[in-house]
């Protein structure tokens, strides 16, 4: 099986071809009014039951039968876990290498490809009616639930509520529980069964509510959308929504490469080339030797900076951050689909030194460099582009390898935790 599973990744002297024959925890979605301005923070018991009411009438005026609207959000409770862990997503706080280490290990290998084995028939017709290669399949099932091992515990209604009435993304979580009423208000499941993580993503492949609405199928033809109970319904589902981001069955997701020593690392900035250019530029696949000439084009992504692995991201892999926007996630996915398919680890493994910022942490480094007349943006505690950017200028400026990536040298220069 390995071996009909290795055809269909690349032979090492080609760039990217991957073979149809051989998948967020936010989407980008329109975003309702918020259900109340930007001070909707609760303060008490009291303005919790008033957002309930709000959104119930919300709930209602948007097509939510009255009685399921007036009997889910009757029974939501607060949960303050949610807040706290809206406030730190791994994502955001943990380096590189623990967060991939932790995602892409040899036990979640050999479990994918025992159930690539176990599920040939269903990920085979997945793939035929959506492009999507069964081990991309396998690896958002892993990485979501576990291969569906742990759906979450909280109560779907209860955790979005929370959030819809928390100011941080009020109106983003508005949509998402409204929808996940309507989820309930078409049976698909009871609302006592609606479990699923924190912020509301449920069942096998984690959709949340919007998705789900969108994109759920019934493929085993029972009548019902059914993401909890029904592989068939989740794998054929998961097909659907990369479908509809425009997956190319016909590339990978992106490949590790190496970069010459004296490579300039300002130009992993986001800009895609293409891969013509990044091989003129000196950059080999991960075993030395000559990318192919295939005409795509590839951004190039150096998560942990200069010392860790770098990595050449085609269409592909701006599907997979439809589903989850973390480059993270985005390069274990791939990294996972790979293993699974056959493939070795990492031939740069990121170092394991680096320092894990907490998002005061990097509140600080923000407000120093905006001090110092380096825009990383309004402050928000997330490493994002307008950050990076800075970091790069900055270490432009100090003489350092302007990789744009937060290590302990940019810390200590910036007496940040000193």
Excluded at 89 to 100: C, N
Excluded at 228 to 238: F, G, I, R
Excluded at 320 to 347: C, K, P, T
Aim: net charge neutral; with cysteine.
């Amino acid at each position: 099986m390995l071996t009909k599973l290795a055809r269909i990744l690349p032979n090492r002297r080609m760039a990217c071809r991957l073979s149809v024959s051989a998948f967020l925890a936010t989407s980008s979605l329109p975003a309702m009014s918020a259900v109340a301005d930007n001070d909707a923070v609760l303060a008490s018991p009291d303005g919790f039951e008033e957002c309930k009411l709000q959104l119930q009438e919300k709930a209602i005026a948007a097509g939510v039968s009255a009685k399921t609207a007036q009997d889910v959000m009757t029974g939501v409770k607060h949960v303050d876990r949610v807040i706290e862990l809206d406030r730190r997503q791994p994502e955001f706080t943990t380096t590189f290498a623990d967060y991939l280490n932790r995602r892409v290990n040899d036990s979640r290998v050999n479990k994918g490809r025992e159930l690539i084995r176990e599920h040939r028939e269903l990920l085979a017709r997945v793939t035929r009616e959506t492009g999507v290669p069964a081990p991309y399949l396998v690896a958002f099932w892993g990485l979501e639930t576990n291969f569906g091992s742990y759906f979450g515990k909280m109560s779907v209604p209860d955790s979005l509520t929370t959030l819809a009435c928390d100011a941080r993304r009020s109106s983003f979580f508005t949509e998402q529980l409204i929808a996940a009423l309507r989820i309930i208000d078409e049976g698909a499941i009871p609302v006592e069964q609606m479990e699923g993580s924190w912020a509301g993503a449920m069942g096998h492949v984690q959709f949340m509510p919007t998705v789900f609405l969108k994109h759920a199928v019934d493929a085993d033809g029972d009548g019902r959308r059914d993401l909890w109970n029904s592989l068939p319904d989740a794998m054929m589902s998961a097909g659907r929504f990369l479908e509809s981001m425009n997956w190319d069955g016909e590339y990978r997701w992106g490949r590790e490469v190496l970069l010459p020593k004296s490579f300039d690392y300002s130009m992993a900035d986001g800009r895609r080339l293409e891969l013509d250019k990044w091989r003129k530029l000196g950059i080999t696949d991960a075993f030395g030797k000559p990318l192919g000439r295939e005409n795509i084009t590839a951004a190039l992504i150096v998560p942990a900076g200069h010392e860790g692995p770098a990595f050449l991201a085609y269409h592909n892999f701006k599907v997979i951050m439809g589903w989850n926007r973390s480059e993270f996630y985005a390069i274990a996915v791939g990294h996972l689909a790979d293993r699974i398919a056959g493939a070795g680890m990492l031939q740069n493994p990121p170092p394991e030194d680096a320092p894990a910022l907490s998002r005061n942490t990097v509140l600080e480094l923000q407000a120093a460099l905006n001090e110092r007349g380096y825009d990383a943006g309004k402050p928000d505690g997330i490493t994002g582009p307008a950050t990076r950017s800075a970091i790069r200028k900055f270490q432009h400026d100090e003489g350092m390898i302007a990789d744009g990536f937060p290590g302990q040298e940019l810390l200590d220069r910036l007496k940040i935790g000193n």
